[in-house]
């Protein structure tokens, strides 16, 4: 046996590993810790000391005016689509790299996924000698498996020095879009490996002496398909990181390095404290949930995020145990910080809005994850997608928590049913008429219809479930960069809403073409076409399901050009009409990867409804006949789903009618319905139906959860779970057309077969005779 | 008698341990129990909800879930009819259990607390805690006065 190393020997292997690592790949101890670091001792030291309450007032005072004006700047001059809308922030992080502060009107999950790069660049290039971390320094990241949402959000993160010592970070986030990815616009579906997803860059300094390095611009540059964007906003960051500094710097002169380390830090232990008193005026108990998406952007299949939370005292746990296996090659996986990143960004929309926006709120809530899931996704997983799971997980705690909080005397905002979840929009790549490459994505993706509220129905188009301010942008504005030409903009989709009491807000329809280009195309990255997207709450309807539609073979422009009175702008019409003679109409899941169109071809989808809140009997009857007369709903609706009786004419209620309708529809509930225990005997089955592509666990039990492996159903152990590899859809599809093939072969040499024995068969005869 | 209001459509009697209706008083069964065993339930084909707006015969895809995919569970009051919670699930899926209360906590919780028979007034956002600290925090909700 060899002897134990002494402690020499031990320091100089330890040494010799630190200065040898191989690859400094996302740290486990940084990304999968969400709570805020100890005090240092200098934290300790202040904030042990009474604290000078109205110092600390102004001086967050201060640095809020500064956040709101760096993130204006990025709005001001950002040259990404995102920027425009409001897809960005700005940030303030204490020296161990705790998120503080966001821009008031700022993307808050930016700043929230921000601190893991920042504590990687704290923890491993402040020592390393090719790289440090000194006054007017700036690193750059954007892989989500370091810290993000996902890889087309580009950050600055610049560390602030006072006499020579680090005092704070601050961090500049845009959402890009083009990042180079196998299809343009930053979001691939069609990645099979993280290799597919472009741009991928680990924290690294690409700022010295406050100046980009050209050099590293110019690979960046090369490595996307819009060398001036990339450009662009790497200035407008680093110049709105700059503009920060500035102002914290004056904050530092006037009131001292002391007073900013005791605002920051205090900012956030605050918050944690408040949260834990959250969490104690809440009932203990267990509240479940679950949430499908019903395609893997490549193929249909159910995937499910199951989802328990646990309160006991002032202990919240989160336990995401039961959901689906991650998919090695395709791109919907989500890393588990990122998960947590837009948990608490849909948080903070719809449970504690009022709370300031910092991940402390995250520091007492614990987490369970099996491993290798679609939330918790390995580190080889593509991610580029991960959207998909990452929108659903914005709105899945409302319904939980909704639960947890409907009892409470005081409410720190309304109770709200879940918000539409799925990024329904347009993404696009190609030629522009002004002879650029281009890839980005529209602006409708903030355009989601909120979920019933406890109080009033849902706001309509209101924003993405991650930053309630979030624009949908100017169509004109649009339409002067790119070719495309929007037929119908901003119709409410009318019946495509979430039912209830209290009314989902809706979606509204979008109607692409484009002209003025030779290559142009578009792909959607979009679940719930078969299963809805949108869940209820307490005994409401969610939103429906969605197709994307396409009219091919034809250019609306020379029909817009003779018969324009035959166009509608309505999809429902255009599709069910089909007023374009020779053109194909078609309706396919929105989910669909990169393809070229043709000048005038028609691509439509909708912007989906949040979900319904309450019974739609208790529904009052003149706010469903404010629905019609608004065009939300048809009489069809309000007769059939809401039991309102009417004058078609008029519009007049009639009260006794409608008060029968709806006691008769009550009886016939009473009629129909099986008791709960009978029910589930004959409802409930060992296993998913054969035919669906199911992945996560079935019921409560999350011991075991199923898969697909190379076409074919796989159940695991939840504790074990094992990657799912998925069949090439074009291999499935050939495979299908060779079947068929294969069965009018068959079929023809039956019929041959038959054929011949029939003409046989005379000849036979007549030889008998 | 006290009772705490736990959804749009339920309460729990604290004294019987009982899940009630909030439409029309009903008990429905124990509150230690999955109080969805307290209800009825029907299995609803999607399509009579959410109905095909592109007409089924030219497309497959029409707004209307897919039914071999998705049903939805509607659970009902026995006594009054009113829809006390609705469920999307894939076709056998069991149902969830998706409140489990502690109901001795919930009983020490409320000693003390003033029952509150109507929901809080809601508001978009409660601006006047206004961040002011856990002082703040504790006088907004009448914990210090």
């Known amino acids: 046996m060899n002897a134990p190393n002494t402690p020499e020997q031990q320091a100089m292997l330890d040494r010799f590993v630190r200065q040898n690592k191989l690859f400094y790949g996302p740290d486990p101890a940084i990304m999968e810790n969400h709570r805020i670091e100890a005090r240092s001792a200098l934290e300790e030291r202040l904030l042990s000391a009474p604290v000078d309450a109205h110092k600390v007032n102004e001086v967050r005072g201060l640095i809020t005016a500064a956040l709101d004006e760096s993130n204006t700047m990025i709005e001001q001059m950002g040259a990404a689509p995102g920027a425009k809308w409001g897809d960005m922030t700005t940030g303030i992080f204490t020296a161990a790299g705790d998120l503080s502060m966001i821009a008031p009107y700022g993307v808050g999950g930016f700043a929230a996924a921000v601190f893991y790069p920042i504590k990687f660049v704290n923890k491993y290039w402040t020592h390393e000698p090719s790289v440090g971390v000194h006054d007017g320094d700036g690193f750059i990241h954007n892989d989500a498996r370091y810290g993000g949402i996902h890889n087309t959000d580009q950050s600055m993160m610049m560390p602030i020095f006072w006499n020579e010592k680090l005092v704070c970070w601050i961090s500049a986030t845009i959402h890009e879009g083009e990042n180079g990815a196998t299809e343009p616009g930053g979001m691939p579906a069609a990645a099979e490996s993280k290799f597919d997803e472009g741009l991928k860059m680990s924290p690294f300094k690409v700022v010295e002496k406050f100046e980009l390095k050209r050099d590293l611009v110019t690979f960046l540059q090369n490595s996307v398909r819009d060398p001036k964007l990339q450009l662009e906003d790497m200035k407008v960051r680093l110049h709105s990181c700059l503009r920060l500094r500035e102002r914290v710097i004056k904050v530092l002169e006037e009131y001292g390095e002391e007073a900013l380390i005791v605002t920051l830090r205090k900012n956030i232990e605050d918050v944690v404290e408040e949260v834990k008193r959250r969490i104690r005026e809440m009932p203990d108990g267990t509240m479940r949930t679950m949430s499908f998406a019903d395609s893997t952007l490549r193929e249909s299949a159910l995937l499910k995020l199951n989802m328990a939370i646990t309160v006991q005292g002032d202990k919240l746990t989160v336990d995401m145990r039961g959901s689906s296996p991650e998919l090695l090659n395709r791109s919907i996986n989500a890393c588990q910080a990122s998960f947590k990143t837009m948990l608490y960004s849909g948080w903070m929309q719809n449970v504690w809005p009022d709370l300031p926006f910092t991940m402390a709120v995250f520091t007492p809530f614990d987490f369970i994850f099996d491993e290798k899931s679609i939330i918790n996704g390995s580190f080889d997983t593509p991610q580029a997608m991960s959207l998909i799971p990452l929108f659903k997980t914005m709105t899945i705690a409302s319904v939980p928590m909704a639960k947890f909080n409907y009892s409470l005397p005081v409410r720190y905002t309304a109770i709200v049913a879940p918000q539409y979840d799925q990024p329904a929009t347009l993404i696009y790549g190609g030629l522009t008429q002004h002879a650029e490459f281009t890839g980005n994505f529209c602006a409708d993706i903030n355009g989601m219809g909120q979920g019933g509220r406890s109080h009033r129905d849902g706001e309509h188009s209101v924003s993405p479930p991650f930053a309630a301010h979030c624009d949908i942008g100017e169509i004109e504005l649009m339409e002067e960069d790119l070719p495309l030409v929007r037929l119908g903009a901003f119709t409410l989709t009318k019946d495509r809403v979430g039912f209830g009491k209290q009314r989902s807000g809706m979606g509204y329809e979008q109607i692409h073409t484009f002209r003025g280009s030779a290559m142009w195309g578009y792909m959607t990255g979009c679940s719930g076409s078969l299963f809805p997207s949108s869940q209820p709450l307490f005994g409401g309807y969610s939103s429906p399901t969605y197709p994307l539609c396409k009219i091919k073979n034809t250019d609306v422009f020379e029909q817009l050009q003779k018969n324009p009175e035959r166009v509608p702008f309505d999809i429902i019409k255009l599709m069910n009409e089909q007023p374009i003679e020779g053109a194909a109409y078609s309706t396919h899941p929105m989910a669909m990867t990169f393809e070229l169109a043709a000048p005038g071809e028609i691509y439509m989808m909708c912007q989906g409804a949040g979900g319904g809140y309450g019974d739609v009997l208790q529904r009052d009857p003149a706010s469903v006949m404010k629905d019609i007369e608004e065009d939300l709903i048809s009489h069809d609706t309000a007769r059939e789903i809401y039991k309102v009786v009417f004058d078609a004419a008029s519009g007049v209620i009639d009260e006794v009618a409608t008060a029968k309708a709806r006691a008769d529809e009550r009886k016939a509930r009473m009629k129909r319905g099986v008791p709960y225990d009978k029910f589930v005997k004959t409802w409930n089955t060992p296993e998913p139906p054969v035919n669906l592509p199911y992945m996560g666990c079935w019921g409560d039990d999350v011991s075991e959860v199923y898969g697909v492996m190379m076409g074919q159903r796989v159940k695991m152990s939840g504790a074990a779970l094992q990657s799912q590899f998925m069949l090439n859809p074009k291999d499935v599809y050939i495979a299908s057309l060779e079947a068929q093939v294969a069965a009018f072969k068959k079929a023809e040499a039956g019929a041959k077969a038959a054929g011949a024995k029939k003409k046989a068969a005379p000849a036979k005869k007549a030889k008998k005779k | ?145």
Not at chain 2, 5 to 28: G, Q, V
Not at chain 2, 32 to 46: A, I, T
Not at chain 2, 111 to 139: C, F, L, N, Y
């Open chain 2, 1 to 145: 008698m006290k009772k705490v209001l736990i959804t749009e459509n339920l309460r729990i009697d604290l004294d019987t341990e009982k899940w009630e209706c909030r439409s029309c008083e009903a008990e429905l069964i124990g509150a230690r129990e999955n109080y969805k065993r307290g209800l009825l339930v029907h299995n609803r084909d999607p399509r009579e909800i959410h109905k095909p707006l592109l007409d089924p015969a030219k497309y497959e895809l029409t707004y209307a879930p897919n039914p071999d995919w998705c049903r939805i569970l509607e659970y009902y009051c026995p006594k009054c009819g009113s829809m006390i919670e609705t469920e999307y699930l894939p076709p056998g899926h069991p149902p969830i259990r998706d409140i489990t209360l502690d109901i001795d906590a919930l009983k020490a919780q409320w000693k003390d607390r003033p029952e509150v028979s109507v929901p809080p007034a809601d508001k978009d956002t409660r601006q006047r805690i206004a961040h002011g600290g856990q002082r703040a925090a504790r006088m907004f909700t009448g914990e210090e006065k």
